[in-house]
């Protein structure tokens, strides 16, 4: 039993490495090489809900992260986010900009914002800028609201009649 922990213990780590790594602004390269490592040994013990945990932590940093069977694990998408295929509102909004929302929309401050998603205090502050002019917002309030309105609409084969 302590001999299958072992490389799973060895992957916890090397994922809180990274996240440390990414915390503090640095060496983002080596950050992704230890997520890479981690979603290797998660993937080969067929832990999922740890491959999650790696992935979710690729995603917000941005990084892409493929494991052993070049399956991947995360990419990044520049993409429009679901809620913008359902919301022509949202429709003008980057992947990035989505997130930013996203979190905005929790009650979370641009400081609290950037540690979230692993960038500068000041990219967090031009992201939701470009929110507020792109869904023609005043406030944070009113683009959590406008968000948490979109969210709250039926989705195509929900809808009923006109």
């Not at 909004?93 to 009650?107: D, I, K, N, P, Y």
Request: hydrophobic share 45%; aromatic share 2%.
């Amino acid at each position: 039993m302590e001999r299958a922990a072992a490389p799973l213990s060895a992957a916890y780590a090397l994922l809180r490495r990274a996240e440390a790594l990414l915390a503090t602004g640095a060496r983002r390269s080596e950050a992704a090489r230890a997520l890479r490592t981690a979603a290797e040994t998660a993937t080969a013990m067929g832990a999922a809900p740890f491959l999650d945990e790696i992935a979710g932590l690729a995603r917000r940093a941005r990084l892409d992260v493929v494991h052993a069977g070049d399956a991947v694990v995360t990419t990044r998408d520049d993409g429009p986010g679901p809620a913008s295929r359902r919301a022509p509102e949202l429709s003008s909004l980057t992947s990035r900009e989505h997130e930013v929302l996203a979190v905005l929309a929790e009650g979370l401050s641009n400081r609290q914002i950037a540690q979230r998603l692993y960038i500068s205090e000041r990219t967090v502050a031009v992201h939701v800028s470009r929110v507020l002019a792109k869904t023609d917002t005043r406030s944070r309030t009113q683009a959590a609201a406008l968000l948490q309105r979109v969210r709250a609409r039926p989705s195509g084969s929900d809808r009923g009649p006109p």
